[in-house]
């Protein structure tokens, strides 16, 4: 479970990261959440 979601995060990042700049808050929020 734990891996399908830091697959599906990253892979978000990766498309977001194309897309939009905006993808750096929710790293931070998904960084802030996993520690």
Do not use: C, Y
């Not at 995060?9 to 905006?22: D, N």
């Amino acid at each position: 479970m734990s891996n399908n979601s830091v697959a599906n995060v990253h892979e978000l990042k990766t498309r977001l990261q194309w897309g939009q700049p905006g993808f750096t808050i929710v790293d931070v929020r998904v960084g802030a959440a996993r520690r």
